[in-house]
């Protein structure tokens, strides 16, 4: 019989291993029972993977006893080398900083803890002591509105607001509010719209647009900061930033993505998520030889050493959400039906 602990000392895989087993620590802890089993199951697969470190969700995922889930974890781990629900699941007093200073926009594990060993615990501290980036300002200025969930009947009111002034530019311009709203969730975190016009082959056709958008929406005072804006055509178009419905509305956040017509169908699964439902249809296009992004479902990618992609393959279907579902053979999910 294996020694325990040479055979753990190889494996590739023992820093997932500590990091799963203290959250399955906690839910012992806790009596979950459900989950005390799904994390021993996952362990017990990985302490198997003797010659091989599992890195992303799709790897973890294809292994016999783990779920959508404990995948996403894994990739989390190995990317971070940390859990954050494992930092939030203890009472320490530096996580529930760590919990406030991760919900300011673009701030992840690494900045937020940079700033608690600085000394900071509070809002108050980062806006006078912290090196802030303008970003980060905004985002802590309106740190409570920019927090709290959207109720559905106002993102239904922002979605009107932008469609109308967007319609008096251009009439031919779809817009479509996606993510949780398209969902049906009764709140949503952001609002995500996905943009598109008929004719329109390059998310760059709609950048005019987009611009004339913008600055009536900012003249108007709907839009009231920008985050960030792309209008590279490799990942798309798209614009980041914060809205409100004048005069006086809570601050929200709001994504703008352009997508030109031919990849219409793959943007509108992409971005009517959830971010697990999208994991597992790409990963069952990926076993079916396929690869699907948010641009299209494509065949005959080929890969080089390590997976690395040497051509993008051939389109096999874009515009049409409800063709990738069938070419993929898999039932059609209505956007309600989008999880796990
Ligand atoms: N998405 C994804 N993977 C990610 C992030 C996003 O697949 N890492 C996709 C699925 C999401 C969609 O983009 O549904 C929109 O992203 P959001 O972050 O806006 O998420 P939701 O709209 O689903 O939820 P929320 O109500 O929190 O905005
Ligand atoms: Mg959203
Ligand atoms: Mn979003």
Redesign the pocket.
Known sequence: KDNPSSSAANNPNTRTIEVLQSMCDYYTKINDHWRITAYRKAITTLRQQTTKKITTAEEAYTLPNIGSRIAQKIEEICTTNNLRRLQYANLEPTDKVLDLFLKIHDVGLSRANKWISQGHRTLEDLLTKADLSANQRISIEHYSDLTS?IPRSEVTQLAAYVQREAFLLDPDVELLV????R?G?E????I?FIITKRGTTSSSDLIPFMDSLISILYKKGFLVATLSQSRREGEGSKFLGCCKLPPDGKWRRI?LLLVPETEYGAALI??????IF??SMRLLAGKKGMRLNQKGLFRDVMRGRNRVKVTEGELVEGRSEKRIFEVLGVRWREPGERWC
């Not at 992409?270 to 971010?275: E, K, M």
């Open positions: 969930r996606g993510g949780s709203y969902r969730s709140s949503s975190g952001d995500d994504d992409y971005f009517t998520g959830n971010d999208n994991r």
